[in-house]
């Protein structure tokens, strides 16, 4: 069985996310290291953009825990089937050439067929959709200080924080996740 993990947000809600290791083992690896650490509890979420996605984290967390890069989980397993995005998966970013994010995660809104490889779907959302499309509907107002002025940046006027997750094991044996040490970081988490 798989593990899980539990964000509960401020007001409350849950969303329960059914961790794939078999499809993204060093990206799920990451995901619990993170969340070992503390790294999104009382973090308010980033980025929002209606109908693409509602992105966790576009700024590292705003700590040095949640700041590191990973490689791509498909050059580090070639072997394993990659999954299609789609409203329902949890997707992990990434920055171009220098690597996949190491916990930035986001839910996409859609079906991101350009995703395929490059945001590897590493969970399955299996209850509480309906609080991921509240946060896509909440009010946003837009960034227009983003270091990275090609991307769109809205955040929600009212914050909208995730106060714990919590992790449900189910035997799984987790492994420190294989990190890139010489990566150059966004200059987004400085």
Not at 97 to 115: I, R, S, V, Y
Not at 150 to 166: A, D, G, M, T
Request: charge should be negative; include cysteine; charged fraction near 25%.
């Amino acid at each position: 069985m798989n593990p899980y993990a539990i964000i509960t947000m401020e007001n409350g809600n849950k969303i329960e996310i059914e961790l794939l290791p078999e499809y993204a083992p060093n990206t799920v690896n990451s995901f619990l290291h993170a969340a070992q650490k503390g790294v999104f509890d009382n973090h308010c979420i980033d980025r929002i953009i209606p109908g693409k996605f509602v992105d966790v984290s576009c700024t590292g967390f705003r700590c040095k825990e949640g700041q590191y890069l990973i490689p791509y989980e498909n050059e580090l397993n070639p072997e394993l089937e990659v999954l299609d995005s789609s409203f329902g998966c949890v997707c992990m970013g990434g920055y171009g050439e220098a690597g996949q994010a190491g916990c930035e995660f986001f839910f996409p809104l859609k079906a991101f067929p350009e995703h395929k490889g490059i945001y590897p779907v590493f969970g399955k959302v299996r209850a509480g959709e309906e609080e991921i499309k509240r946060l896509a509907d909440v009010e946003l107002f837009e960034v227009t200080d983003h270091p990275y002025p090609e991307v769109e940046v809205r955040r929600p006027v009212i914050p909208q924080k995730i106060s714990k997750v919590n992790i449900i094991w189910n035997n799984y044996k987790y492994l420190e996740p294989v990190k890139l040490d010489t990566a150059e970081l966004p200059i987004c988490w400085k």
